[in-house]
């Protein structure tokens, strides 16, 4: 039996995918869980978190089964797409608001129009523009009750489908994000690696709410043993387009 296996997480804006891959490169088992779509309004998407954390537990635990001498744990994922969440229950405050939502249009204008869109360039090579977490941190603070607050207190926690995939294979211990996730949220300054204050309080986004930002390739935890039946290394997260980037070795 091949030795070394690695189970890849896809968790993706349509399904859910985990794969397990022998230290050749060679699937040895896939499953998929389809994840259904939320439009609660015109320009709205949305996705229901625990839909995709149920999906995340039940194909992996369906390719463990079948591949059972894993030894590590990597995770792809949609990018921009953003949860936020209690600290002490883990549960969402709202559901997931995905990278297509449109939400945040108004609040880009009016930061365009203010000059803002040079900075913004500037720290973090994108453009102002919904599609990025940003303005979804900064909806969901202004719109679910009692958010900003919670927030500012360090209840609430934030951030992409990576970094909420995380907190729950570690049951709570872990917020963390890679550099690839970070550097779509619209807050992160690529030139010097960090969540950038400028932009924090350009849309009134507490640091409290984000994670630490760490290498794609990084460790990043050990997984709670009740999760998925034993200890394992979560040793690899990138966003879904530069993952694949990776894969095809375009460094």
Same mark, same amino acid.
């Given at each position: ?70 030894? +590590?744990?990597?995770? @792809? ?9 209690? $600290?002490? #229950? /883990?549960?969402? *405050? ?58 500012? +207190?360090?209840?609430? @926690? ?9 907190? $729950?294979? #570690? /049951?709570?211990? *872990? ?62 997260? @990138? ?13």
């Amino acid at each position: 039996m091949a030795r070394g296996s690695i189970l890849a997480i896809d968790q993706g804006t349509t399904s859910t995918r985990a794969i397990v891959f022998d230290g050749e490169g060679h699937i040895r088992a896939m499953a998929q869980r389809e994840l259904p779509q939320i439009f609660p309004a015109d320009g709205w998407v949305e996705h229901d978190p625990e839909e995709i954390w149920q999906a995340t537990l039940a194909v992996c635990r369906e390719v463990l089964a079948a591949a059972p001498d894993v030894t +590590a744990i990597g995770i @792809a994922n949609q990018r921009e797409t953003t949860v936020m969440w209690d $600290r002490a #229950t /883990g549960k969402p *405050v709202y559901n997931a608001i995905v990278w297509q939502d449109r939400r945040g249009a108004e609040l880009c204008r009016r930061l365009e129009a203010e000059g803002k869109g040079p900075l913004v360039q500037r720290l973090t090579g994108l453009l102002l523009d919904p599609y990025f977490s940003a303005t979804k941190i900064a909806w969901l603070l202004e719109n679910v009750p009692d958010a900003r607050r919670r927030a500012a +207190a360090g209840e609430l @926690a934030a951030g992409t489908i990576d970094s909420f995939l995380l907190w $729950r294979l #570690t /049951g709570g211990r *872990v917020h963390a994000t890679d550099a690839t996730n970070a550097s779509r949220t619209m807050l992160f300054d690529i030139h010097r690696h960090r969540w950038d204050d400028d932009l924090l309080a350009m849309l009134g986004i507490p640091r409290a709410v984000l994670p630490d930002v760490r290498p794609s390739s990084s460790r990043f935890a050990e997984i709670d043993p009740d999760v998925l039946g034993g200890t394992l290394t979560i040793g690899g997260v @990138a966003g879904d387009q530069q993952a694949a980037l990776f894969g095809q070795a375009c460094f």
